[in-house]
C-alpha cells in the first residue's frame, strides 16, 4: 500500500511514491491513454505527479494537462509538482544563445504562468526550483514565491539539486519552510549521501525527493564492471529477501536512507509501476544495504 505522508514538518500531504513525468513525450500515448495510465497509478494511491516545465523540450505538462482536461474529477485527486529556472536550448525560444538559468522573479513568474497554462489547473502544490544558480538573489526568489502563494498559483516551494549551503541560503530569506530538496539517489550515485545533502535533510525532518532511482535504466543495460558487480549483488539480495526483481531491491536501497526519500518512478509501464510498489514491503538490513555499496564502489568501507 502505498501511503501518504508528510514531506515535511509543515508542508503538503504528498504520496510516498511520485509518479515521474520526464518521459511521457517518449511513451507515445494518446490522451485518453496517457489518462488511464493517471487512473491507474491514482487508483495505486500514487497520486503525486513530477514534472518540470522543460521536460520534451516544454511538451509534457502540455500532455499531462490534455490527458487530465479529459476527465476534471481527477484535478482535486493529485498534487502537482513542477520546476522552473532552466532556459534550454529550443526552436520555441529561438533568441536564446545557450542554455542557462534564470531565477528571476520575473522568469519565474513568466514561468509558473505557462506551466498552469499547459497543465490546464489553477495551483501548483509544490514549485521547486529546478537547479542550483550562481546568479540566484535569494531575496528576489522569496519575494516572488510570496507573490505567487498570495495569488494562490503555489502552495510550497522547494529545490532540486541544491548543496546544503545553497538550501540554507535560500531558506534564511524565506517565512515558511522549503519542502524538499529533489535530489538524484541510486546505487551508482552516492554525491548526496557523501555531501551533506541527506544529513540535511534528516536534520530538518525534510523527506527528499530521489529521482532516478534505477540511474535511467543504466543498472539493467549498463556493461561495465561497476554495473556488473551491482547486478550480481542486487540479484543476491534479491534472493535474500524474496523480492521479485532487482528494481525491488533497489527502491528498497533507495528508502533505507534515514531521510526517508520519496522514490520519483520513472517509467510509464504500469507493470514497472506496480512492482514500484510493491518493493514498499521490503527492507534491506544493514548488511544487504552495505553490500550492495560495497558492490558498486569496488571495494569495502573503510
Ligand atoms: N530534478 C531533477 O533534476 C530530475 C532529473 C531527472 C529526473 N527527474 C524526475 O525523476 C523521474 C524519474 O527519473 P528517471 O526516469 O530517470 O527514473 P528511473 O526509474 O531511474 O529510470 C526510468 C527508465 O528506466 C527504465 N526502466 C525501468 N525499469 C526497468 C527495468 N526493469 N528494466 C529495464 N529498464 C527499466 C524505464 O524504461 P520504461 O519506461 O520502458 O519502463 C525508463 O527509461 C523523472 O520522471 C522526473 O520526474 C528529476
Same mark, same amino acid.
Given at each position: 500500500?502505498?501511503?501518504?505522508?508528510?514531506?515535511?514538518?509543515?508542508?503538503?500531504?504528498?504520496?510516498?511514491?511520485?509518479?515521474?513525468?520526464?518521459?511521457?513525450?517518449?511513451?507515445?500515448?494518446?490522451?485518453?491513454?496517457?489518462?488511464?495510465?493517471?487512473?491507474?497509478?491514482?487508483?495505486?494511491?500514487?497520486?503525486?505527479?513530477?514534472?518540470?516545465?522543460?521536460?520534451?523540450?516544454?511538451?509534457?505538462?502540455?500532455?499531462?494537462?490534455?490527458?487530465?482536461?479529459?476527465?476534471?474529477?481527477?484535478?482535486?485527486?493529485?498534487?502537482?509538482?513542477?520546476?522552473?529556472?532552466?532556459?534550454?536550448?529550443?526552436?520555441?525560444?529561438?533568441?536564446?544563445?545557450?542554455?542557462?538559468?534564470?531565477?528571476?522573479?520575473?522568469? %519565474? *513568474?513568466?514561468?509558473?504562468?505557462?506551466? =498552469? @497554462?499547459?497543465?490546464? +489547473?489553477?495551483?501548483?502544490?509544490?514549485?521547486?526550483?529546478? $537547479?542550483?544558480?550562481?546568479?540566484?538573489?535569494?531575496?528576489?526568489?522569496?519575494?516572488?514565491?510570496?507573490?505567487?502563494?498570495?495569488?494562490?498559483?503555489?502552495?510550497?516551494?522547494?529545490?532540486?539539486?541544491?548543496?546544503?549551503?545553497?538550501?540554507?541560503?535560500?531558506?534564511?530569506?524565506?517565512?515558511?519552510?522549503?519542502?524538499?530538496?529533489?535530489?538524484?539517489?541510486?546505487?551508482?550515485?552516492?554525491?548526496?549521501?557523501?555531501?551533506?545533502?541527506?544529513?540535511?535533510?534528516?536534520?530538518?525532518? %525534510? *523527506?527528499?525527493?530521489?529521482?532516478?532511482? =534505477? @540511474?535511467?535504466?543504466? +543498472?539493467?543495460?549498463?556493461?561495465?564492471?561497476?554495473?556488473? $558487480?551491482?547486478?550480481?549483488?542486487?540479484?543476491?539480495?534479491?534472493?535474500?529477501?524474496?523480492?521479485?526483481?532487482?528494481?525491488?531491491?533497489?527502491?528498497?536501497?533507495?528508502?533505507?536512507?534515514?531521510?526517508?526519500?520519496?522514490?520519483?518512478?520513472?517509467?510509464?509501464?504500469?507493470?514497472?509501476?506496480?512492482?514500484?510498489?510493491?518493493?514498499?514491503?521490503?527492507?534491506?538490513?544493514?548488511?544487504?544495504?552495505?553490500?550492495?555499496?560495497?558492490?558498486?564502489?569496488?571495494?569495502?568501507?573503510?
Amino acid at each position: 500500500m502505498v501511503e501518504r505522508v508528510l514531506v515535511s514538518p509543515g508542508g503538503p500531504e504528498l504520496s510516498e511514491l511520485i509518479q515521474g513525468y520526464w518521459r511521457v513525450s517518449e511513451w507515445d500515448l494518446t490522451p485518453q491513454q496517457r489518462l488511464t495510465l493517471l487512473k491507474q497509478h491514482l487508483e495505486r494511491e500514487i497520486s503525486t505527479v513530477d514534472h518540470a516545465d522543460i521536460y520534451g523540450d516544454y511538451s509534457c505538462e502540455q500532455l499531462f494537462g490534455e490527458a487530465l482536461k479529459l476527465d476534471k474529477s481527477i484535478r482535486s485527486r493529485i498534487e502537482v509538482v513542477t520546476k522552473c529556472n532552466i532556459k534550454l536550448l529550443s526552436e520555441k525560444y529561438p533568441n536564446r544563445s545557450v542554455k542557462h538559468y534564470d531565477s528571476s522573479a520575473q522568469h %519565474i *513568474r513568466h514561468s509558473v504562468d505557462n506551466s =498552469l @497554462a499547459r497543465l490546464g +489547473i489553477e495551483h501548483i502544490e509544490v514549485l521547486l526550483l529546478h $537547479r542550483p544558480d550562481a546568479l540566484m538573489d535569494a531575496d528576489e526568489v522569496a519575494s516572488v514565491f510570496l507573490e505567487l502563494q498570495k495569488a494562490g498559483k503555489v502552495k510550497h516551494l522547494g529545490v532540486s539539486n541544491f548543496t546544503p549551503r545553497q538550501f540554507e541560503l535560500l531558506q534564511s530569506r524565506l517565512s515558511s519552510s522549503l519542502v524538499t530538496n529533489q535530489v538524484e539517489i541510486n546505487p551508482i550515485n552516492f554525491n548526496v549521501a557523501e555531501d551533506g545533502t541527506l544529513d540535511q535533510l534528516q536534520q530538518y525532518r %525534510i *523527506r527528499p525527493m530521489a529521482w532516478s532511482c =534505477l @540511474a535511467g535504466g543504466k +543498472i539493467f543495460s549498463g556493461s561495465d564492471a561497476q554495473i556488473l $558487480r551491482l547486478r550480481t549483488t542486487l540479484e543476491m539480495v534479491k534472493e535474500e529477501i524474496g523480492a521479485n526483481s532487482i528494481d525491488q531491491v533497489i527502491y528498497a536501497w533507495v528508502r533505507r536512507f534515514p531521510s526517508k526519500p520519496l522514490a520519483i518512478v520513472g517509467s510509464g509501464n504500469i507493470k514497472r509501476i506496480e512492482s514500484a510498489i510493491e518493493s514498499l514491503k521490503f527492507n534491506l538490513n544493514n548488511e544487504q544495504w552495505y553490500k550492495i555499496w560495497t558492490a558498486s564502489r569496488g571495494r569495502e568501507v573503510p
